[in-house]
């Protein structure tokens, strides 16, 4: 069966189950009513998700997460490749700091912008297969996992992945069904970009060029030159990355490498971390099952039977078995590489595998784009597990520490860290500090909340912070801040730390609940003329 042909059938074969009879006049007719019922609904419950996820953590977080924290002081200095990861999610911080400096939820709204570009994509991909009601389907089913919502706070490269990974899915799929030369030239802008944002999409390629060599169409695109010149689309916005990689020694895929250290020791190992990763897949799409459910539960037992055979027949279509396939092959290849190492893949990794899910189940239940967008019970259902996500996050960020005291990491008070460090270094040094140095969650609060923005050497090592001027550090000092207190007669950097001090550092719900203090230790690290051996005090 064709795209076309599941396409022009989906309406009037859905309705044709739901009203228990043939497609004929009558479902014709059926058909037409249920067109007629606008789901305006839809951008609404959008729209509403956009607002909420970006003001609830404004509001709920007295600091950014860690991960955004480190991507602010990435991008600062505009550089082709970080120790961790490529620029583009560090480049994107610093374009919303450029407008908007350290108004929290300006970042909120950032991981919300790129949500917003990967729904879009979505529901390209699931109009291009299943037409325009099975396309807003499949946005709604996206908002409704914990990684487009309760997850999307921490802005990180995972977040800017996830649009990039929408877009070269449904621009790939336009490339091989249409085969014009521009789809694949977008294909591969689309998937350079991906790459700049994080390596992991390589495992998405890996899918797509599987998918080529195994489709009876997709082979037939090697004797064409847009595949062709969609390769060299990508390698020109990847080559200026690739050549900082060679000049940095690869410096990322060590991390990489060190970042997949949760090898998990003995035969147990093999079978935790895969089913833990599988796990992770089926919370994952577990709410967009359980709203197709609801919208479908008005069908008897005979029409859920009809329903299933006509899910099976789409599944047989191409645009079905490309979805299943660029759904299921990067999962089974994680599944099994951690099966074969013992090592546990991280929850975030598979963020992206969940995109092609929507489109997929819009696909194969057309019944969901026929009466349920209009029907009460699956709009009430997305509202509700919507809703959902929210209450989990209020009690994250508000209710659990109330009652335990003990803060989540984004309720720790931002601003008053970075004012008891200027404070510490104005009372023996002119003016602010240029540079902080210490761990990521510290100096880089100090950095993003400082009147003078001081650029973090990261536990004062070049490796890590390669954009620091050894010499203008020496001659300049900095502001420490680290969970590590300094050891005594140890230099820091070559610089002596004086003022020491433990702060505790203030944690509060919204709701203004103290909770418990975490203890950082500050102090200052004067300038000096020449790097120390060791300091007064050893």
């Known amino acids: ?83 961790k990861h490529p620029p583009l999610a560090a480049w994107s911080s610093e374009i919303v700091h450029a407008v908007f400096g350290s108004a929290n939820w300006a970042y909120y709204a950032l991981s919300q912008a790129f949500i917003a570009a990967a729904f879009a994509a979505v529901w390209l991909l699931a109009r291009d297969v299943a037409g325009r009601r099975a396309a807003l389907v499949a946005v709604v089913l996206l908002a409704l996992t914990h990684y487009t919502t309760y997850a999307a706070p921490r802005f990180n490269p995972n977040t800017v992945q996830f649009a990039f990974w929408a877009w070269t899915m449904a621009l790939f799929w336009r490339a091989v069904t249409r085969g014009r030369a521009i789809w694949w030239v977008l294909t591969g802008l689309a998937a350079g970009l991906g790459m700049l944002a994080k390596y992991s999409i390589g495992v998405l390629l890996a899918t797509l060029l599987a998918y080529l060599l195994l489709s009876p169409a ?60 599988l796990g992770d897949q089926a919370f994952a799409i577990a709410p967009m099952l359980l709203a197709a459910m609801i919208g479908l539960s008005p069908l008897g037992r005979e029409r859920a039977a009809a329903l299933l055979h006509l899910a099976r027949r789409r599944l047989r279509s191409p645009a079905g078995l490309y979805l299943a396939f660029v759904y299921l092959a990067p999962i089974a290849v994680l599944a099994v590489a951690s099966a074969a190492t013992g090592i546990r893949i991280r929850t975030m990794w598979g963020m992206s595998f969940v995109l092609a899910a929507p489109p997929l189940l819009a696909l194969l239940l057309p019944a969901l784009a026929a009466a349920g967008l209009s029907a009460p019970r699956f709009r009430t259902a997305a509202f509700a597990l919507g809703t959902t996500f929210m209450i989990g996050f209020i009690v994250l960020m508000l209710v659990k520490p109330g009652l335990s005291g003990r803060p989540n990491i984004m309720n720790l008070d931002g601003p008053a860290l970075s004012a008891a460090a200027e404070a510490l270094w104005r009372k023996s040094q002119p003016g602010a500090p240029e540079t902080a140095i210490g761990t990521i969650p510290e100096a880089g609060t100090i950095s993003l ?36 207190e300094p050891v005594p007669g140890r230099p820091i950097a070559g610089l002596c730390p004086r003022d020491v001090t433990a702060f505790a550092w203030p944690a509060r719900t919204a709701l203004g609940t103290p909770l418990e203090s975490r203890t950082v230790w500050l102090a200052v690290l004067p300038g000096r003329a020449a790097p120390a051996v060791t300091c007064p005090g050893a």
Do not use: K
């Open 449 to 484: 909340y400082g009147t003078a923005r001081p650029q973090v050497f990261e536990d004062a090592d070049p490796a890590l912070s390669p954009w620091v001027d050894q010499d203008r550090l020496l001659r300049s000092g900095a502001v420490y801040a680290s969970r590590r």
């Open 218 to 277: 997709g082979r037939r695109h090697f004797a064409r030159p847009g595949l062709y010149l969609g390769l060299a689309a990508f390698l020109l916005v990847i080559a200026p990355h690739l050549l900082w990689l060679v000049q940095n020694g690869f410096t990322t895929l060590g991390y990489l490498a060190e970042r997949s250290d949760g090898t998990m020791t003995g035969p147990a190992g093999h079978l935790i971390g895969p089913l833990a990763f």
């Open 1 to 83: 069966m064709s795209t076309e042909a599941v396409r022009s059938a989906s309406v009037t074969d859905s309705l044709a189950i739901l009203g228990n009879q043939h497609p004929g006049p009558g479902a014709t007719a059926t058909r037409s009513a249920a067109r007629a019922i606008q789901p305006f609904w839809v951008p609404a419950f959008l729209g509403a998700g956009f607002l909420a996820w970006t003001l609830l953590p404004a509001w709920l977080a007295g600091n950014l997460h860690p991960d955004t924290l480190e991507g602010l002081y990435w991008g600062q200095h505009w550089l082709w490749g970080y120790h």
